[in-house]
Structures are given as C-alpha cells and as structure tokens.
C-alpha cells in the first residue's frame, strides 16, 4: 500500500514537473524545445490566407470580440454595399479589404476571402521583408541594377524582368514575443503604435498627431485586458495571462469627461460650447465614412409648443468637426414669447441613420 | 543636313504614333463596353489591368521610336518584339473586341524595325497604329466614363434641412430652388424672405463637400468647388441682407462667384460624363 503510494505521489510530481517544464518552455524557453518537434505541431495552412474560423479554434475569445466590431463587417456592410455603388468604387477597395496592412503603407486591395473584411490574415500574417514589399515579390530592381534593360530608359516597368518571389519568411506577426506551436510568430512593436492603425485611417492619424497626445489608438480602441491569448482546451492554459488588446475596436462611446456641451444666453441669442476634451482626433472622424453629431436647438412657449427648431451638424466630411481641446460656439437667435429651450445633442456613425443622444440641455429663458 | 533629315523623320513618325488616339468620327455614339472588361477593372480586379495594358502597348510602341531615334537598334527590336506581344495580349484580354486588333501589320511592323530603315519602320507604323485609333474612338469614352467615374445616381444625400434621403439629382433640383429662393425673391425686392431662403440654400451648398468625399479621398477638392471663395460669398450674400438698403450690384457679384466655384466648376468636369451614364441607365431600365 505505501509502495503504491510513493509510486503515485512519484507520479503526480512527474505530471506537475512536465506540466511546469511545458509552461516554462512555452512562455519563456521556447528555444530549448526541438525543432523537428515544432514542425510536427505546425499547421501550414494558417499562413495560407485562413479564414477566421480556422484562427477561432484557438483564438476564441479575440475571434468573438472582432465578429462583434465594425471591422468584420466591412466587406457585408448594407452601407458601405449602398455608398460605394455594390462595392464597385475603386478608392474603398484598399482598406474594406485590405490584402496585408503593415505599419504607414496603405494596403492593396485582396481578391481572396472578401467577405471578412478586416479580419485576422491581412493584419497578422506576412514576411520580414520591409513595408511596403508586396505580397510574393520583392521590390523591383533599381535601374541601375538591370542591365541594358529598356525600361531604364524610361519605358515601362512592366517589362522589368521577373523578380524572385519572396517577401520574406511568412509568420504571424503581433505585439509579444512568444512560442506558438502551430504557427511561427515573430513580435513586431508597430502593433503598439497608431502608425499602423493610420495604414487606412490615414486622415484620423494625422489628426492625432497634431495633437501631440501620448495616447495611442490601440490605447483607446484597444484597450487592454488580462487574458490569455488562446482558448484552446488544456493546450491553451499553458500561455501565461498577459494584456490582450479589445478586437472588438471600440468606437463611438463618447463619455461625460470627453465632450462638454454649455448653454447660455447672450445677445439675444442661445450660445452653445461644445468643447472636445479629451479624445486627441477630431470628433467625430472619418477618412471616407461620413460620421455625424447633431446639435439641436427647439424653442418653446409657455405651452410647450415649439417655436423654432435650429440646427447645427458637425462632422468630419464638412469639414466641422470638433478639434481636440478646442471649443466651438454656435449661436440660435431668440424668438419672442419663448419660454423654454432644449438643446441636445445626437451622434450618428458613418454605417448607420440611427441616431443615439450624446447631450441633453433643458433652459428656462 | 543627314541628321536633320532623321531628326525630322523621327519627330514625323512620332507624331505619326500619337495621331490614332485623335478622333475624327462625325457622328459619335458611346456604346457601353463589353461585359468582358469588369474583369480587368476593380472591384473583380484589384488593379486597373486594361489600363495598364494599355499602356504596355503604348510603352513598347512608343519605344521603338525613341530607341531609332538614339540608333538604340538592339533596343529598338526588342521593344517592337514586346508591342507584338502584348497587342496579341490585348486582344485576347476582350475577345468582344477582337476585331479591333490586326495581328498581320503588327507582325509586319516588328519586322520593319529589324531592317533599321526609318521610312519603312514609319510605313508600317501607319496601319497598326490605325487599330488603335479606331477602338479609341469607338471605345475610349465609353471606358472612362464606365471605370473611371463612378455613377452620381447611385449617390445618396441627406438633406440637411428636412434630413430625407435624396438621390443626388434630385438633391441637385432641390438646390437648385433653394437657389432660386434667395435670387427671385431678392430681385423683387423681398429681402426678409430672401434671407430666409439663403439659410437652407447655404446649409444645402455647403452639404456637396459631403459628397466630394463619396469619390475622392483628398480634401484638396472640396477646397477647390465647396471652399473659402463660396464661404466668402455666403458671407457677403448674408452682409447685403443683413443691412438696411442691401446693394444689388454685390449681392449679384458674389451670386456669380458661387455660380463659378461651385455650379459651373463641378458641371463643367462631371457633368458630361454624368449625361453618358444616364443615357444608359435609362436605356437599362427601359430594358427591364
């Protein structure tokens, strides 16, 4: 009886010790484990454009949070399908379906997989070569280089002659530096700057860093919780918890603290401030959607019968934005016999006519 | 005198490559391109592949030229060489078009090129370069304004008084009697009413650099139909209204700078392509 009790106690420590030895291996000695054991777990086919169904095996909680966000409905979109003429406009192609998004090079358009958008292979997986470098090319040689070739004359660069297909070797690129079994990884710090979110919002990131804010856009759409990275049973308990950036891109939720609406009267006239005060782009922002805040202002009589009903509409294509840290005034005239105004606020994204209240002012006049 | 003969010949024959792209037709009909084509344009294509075919042809085609002009015989040849086959590309790009391209001169005309002689290089030049010519003017307008433009009926506004959806001509009518709102009544004298009228007329103006942003991703064009010469305008419209004995000569001045930044600026680039795509919406509705 207590040979086979030290035999089961020898068992249960040799369990924890291998358990313990694969964590460690996993989260921080990945190197010590054999490469041909590697490539026995290795699945090729994830770097050969999976869908986001196959990353979802593992990736469940990430899977389930970018299925929510507005980046997964950017090919499916009813509006984006009504206002690029059936996906027909050439300028949107680029970043509704981008085909790999490194940081600072707008993306070219993919043809494969359309219908998951902004999904898990243009972001995660490509090769070491340099932005820029198209997918299963390098870049074409410089003139110099091309012997007695035409188009160094200034001809056409399609007569460049063929170039050894190659961007690199291809792994799944990400914030952290860590050992994934299936497929390679290699860490990548752009994913921890705004640079590679303005890859397509290009006017948004320019907005930003006129404003000098340390804030980036993975800080505020992104913003981190402990997790773990897989959700794979058993295999995924050995990766260690670590901050895990919110696929589901946050948007859209403007709190009391960010935007401040005052109403006074002055000169015969409603004045109302609308002070962004803490988000570092404009509000609201676009490149090409067409997102919009409305500001109202509905007089009344002592009845409550409305009078007049002004109007303001801030947004980004009309070039009225609210800029960060600064307020705007507008000004709604009085009108005899009011007693009452309400003024509100409404804010309406660029994929929808609904409308949501941001601000509500009630005043007696 | 022996190089100015040849510099002379060279610009003739270049000239000569240009010509075809130039159309004499009288009578000009813009038929609607074939099916075929979607292929080689965004969306089922992520690049502009005709285009760039185009100018595959262009380019070798061109290189001859510039290649016997520097003597460049070796790079001549092999340009010459490269027009044939990227016109045989071509054609087989559009089969619907295949009647357009006539393999035979452009055969001839790489062979041309290896005997070195600048007229009879120049000789058979004429004949290909003809096919060119005949599908640009039968097809070249119908390309553009199918690929290149996209179509302003399927543009849809809000519009910013009533805040209903519009298709974008009528949104246009509708400016266009917000417009009429402001001139008619300001030229019988009705200035209160005018003044009213230009409040949803400006909020109505101002709403086009909205739809600038429907096709195009740079601000720089809004500046340049929606920008501060229309807002300096509206100011000064709103200045006359404002006083006590409004000046009829600038509130009409700056009338007509709105007319010319915005109206005549926008129609003069988009609108003749807008009257092509009309005319075959019509054509396709009056199909169904």
Redesign the interface.
């Known amino acids: 009886m207590k040979r086979i009790r030290i035999l089961l106690l020898i068992s249960a420590l040799s369990a924890l010790l291998v358990v313990a030895g694969v964590y460690f291996a996993v989260n921080y000695g990945s190197r010590w484990i054999p490469e041909p054991l590697v490539q026995l777990a290795r699945e090729p086919d994830l770097l050969e454009n999976a869908e986001s169904k196959k990353c979802s095996e593992c990736h469940k909680l990430i899977f389930e949070a970018w299925k929510k966000s507005r980046h997964s409905r950017a090919w499916v979109s009813e509006t984006y399908i009504?206002?690029s003429?059936d996906?027909?406009?050439?300028?949107c192609?680029a970043c509704h379906i981008p085909?790999m998004v490194r940081a600072g090079v707008k993306p070219?358009?993919?043809?494969w997989n359309r219908d998951e958008g902004i999904y898990c292979v243009p972001c995660h997986v490509f090769g070491d070569a340099p932005p820029g470098t198209p997918p299963g090319a390098t870049p074409p040689p410089a003139c110099a280089e091309v012997e007695?070739s035409?188009p160094c004359?200034?001809?056409?660069g399609?007569?460049l002659p063929v170039v050894t297909p190659a961007s690199g070797t291809l792994a799944m690129n990400g914030p952290y530096d860590l050992f994934s079994p299936p497929h390679p990884t290699r860490q990548n710090p752009d994913y921890r700057k705004s640079k590679f979110c303005g890859s397509c919002h290009q006017?948004t990131l320019k907005e930003w860093e006129g404003t000098g804010s340390e804030k980036t856009c993975q800080s505020c759409h992104m913003p981190p919780a402990e997790a773990r990275l897989t959700q794979k049973f058993i295999l995924g308990l050995f990766h260690a918890k670590k901050p895990v950036g919110d696929h589901g891109f946050r948007h859209g939720e403007i709190g009391d603290a960010d935007l401040a609406m005052e109403a006074r009267i002055a000169g015969g006239a409603i004045a109302v401030a609308l002070t962004n005060q803490t988000i570092p782009h404009l509000v609201p922002t676009a490149?090409?959607g067409?997102p919009r805040l409305f500001l109202y202002a509905v007089l009344r009589d002592a009845a409550g019968v409305e009078l007049e009903k002004y109007?303001e509409?801030i947004?980004p294509?009309?070039?009225t934005a609210l800029p960060y840290r600064k307020t705007a005034e507008y000004k709604f005239p009085l009108v005899p016999s009011a007693k009452r105004a309400e003024i509100f606020l409404q804010y309406q994204p660029a994929w929808s006519?609904e409308r949501s209240d941001v601000r509500r002012i009630q005043m007696d006049l | 005198m022996k190089g100015h003969y040849k510099l002379a010949l060279t610009a003739l024959l270049i000239l000569l490559a240009v010509l075809p792209v130039q159309s004499f037709a009288k009578d000009m009909v813009a038929k609607e391109p074939p099916k075929s084509l979607d292929k080689l344009y965004p969306p089922v294509n992520k690049e502009q592949k005709w285009v760039q075919q185009m100018h595959k042809i262009s380019g070798h085609f061109g290189g001859v030229f510039v290649d016997m002009g520097e003597q460049d015989w070796e790079n001549a040849e092999k340009h010459a060489a490269r027009f044939v086959e990227s016109y045989k590309e071509a054609a087989d790009m559009v089969p619907e078009w295949k009647d357009y391209f006539d393999h035979e001169s452009a055969r001839k005309f790489a062979e041309e090129v290896k005997t070195r002689d600048a007229a009879r290089i120049g000789k058979a030049a004429g004949p290909v370069g003809k096919t060119c010519g005949k599908c640009h003017d039968d097809q070249y307008l119908s390309v553009w304004t199918r690929y290149h433009w996209p179509s302003a009926d399927k543009i849809a506004i809000t519009d910013p008084v009533d805040e209903k959806e519009l298709k974008y001509g009528k949104y246009m009518s509708l400016l266009s009697g917000a417009f009429k709102g402001v001139t008619v009544n300001f030229g019988e004298g009705q200035y209160d009413r005018a003044k009213k009228a230009l409040g949803g007329f400006k909020k109505r103006f101002m709403e086009l650099k909205s739809v600038c942003s429907k096709c195009h991703t740079g601000d720089a064009v809004k500046q340049f139909y929606v920008g501060e010469a229309s807002a300096q305008a509206f100011d000064g419209m709103e200045a006359e209204l404002n006083s006590p004995k409004p000046n009829p000569g600038n509130f009409w001045k700056h009338v007509g700078t709105l007319g010319y930044e915005g109206c005549k600026k926008c129609h003069l680039t988009h609108r003749a392509y807008a009257i092509v795509q009309e005319i075959w919406e019509e054509k396709e509705e009056a199909r169904k």
């Open positions: 009504k206002n003429e996906r027909s406009k050439e300028k192609l085909e070219d358009p993919r043809l007695n035409p004359k200034g001809g056409r399609d007569s006017k490149d090409n067409d109007k509409i947004a294509q009309l070039e006519k």
